[in-house]
């Protein structure tokens, strides 16, 4: 058995230093949501209030805004599962001429900047003559949620044992049969993680947004606006904090599923 090698002390103290220029400021950003103070940012704050929680759930442009980010989040998120399933069995499963070129134009997506996507979709609903509206900011939002959910698909379906898949089929299962009872409980967790990071991603989103929007206002988008234009900065930092905490969950959550991922059902055989 080997022991553990203890890390030095320089290296610990050099993540703490890491971790602290990370998240000290979302921490400021939950410390100044409680701040009686609301025209500017004063260090230390004056006070400590917890009157802009309610001021904040009494804001109609906030739930007008959440709700916009919700439903552009769950469609682009329902569009993504489907494709990027699809392109991820394509790709994994089958050899063909040009399968790698796919691969890459598929992944091109969040590899380039958001504002390049962002122009050149706009630019391409001017040119079709497409009014902005939710579906544009959806298309908009698919295009790299797609490639969070096929990014976990495709490795999930190359590490799948795929004696399994013609198992079932020498056993009389048909291709429907086949992908309920054999290959979606092996890909059900690596899907459902990255159907909860795409969520994640296209609810603060913000640069893509900004260009296929019109004239909606996103979660993201309104905070946004508020920076530059405040009526109540601490409510900004209520909304900020909601949003740290929509986003953290589903991004850890996806952590603890993908993380035993290795173990695919069948693998061993």
Known sequence: MHSETRAPLALKLSAAAGLVFLLAPIALIFLYAFSTEE???????????????????????????????????????????IMGTLTAAAVARSRFFGRETISLLVILPIALPGIITGISLRSAFALLEIPFSTWTIVLGHATFCIVIVYNNAVARFRRQNAALIDAAMDLGADGLQTFRLVILPNIATALLAGGMLAFAL?????????????????????????????????????VAMAVVLVTVIPIVAAYYLTRDGESTAGAEK
């Open 39 to 81: 025209k500017s940012f004063q260090w230390p704050p004056p006070g400590f209030t917890l009157k802009w929680l309610g001021v904040t759930l009494g804001r109609g442009d906030v739930w007008e805004a959440l709700g916009l980010s919700v439903k552009v989040a769950a469609i682009s998120t329902a569009i993504a599962l």
């Open 202 to 238: 296209s609810f603060d989103e913000v640069i893509v947004t900004t260009f296929t929007a019109g004239q909606q206002t996103t979660l993201p988008i309104w905070m946004l606006e508020e920076l530059v234009r405040p009526r109540q900065r601490p409510v900004t930092n209520v």
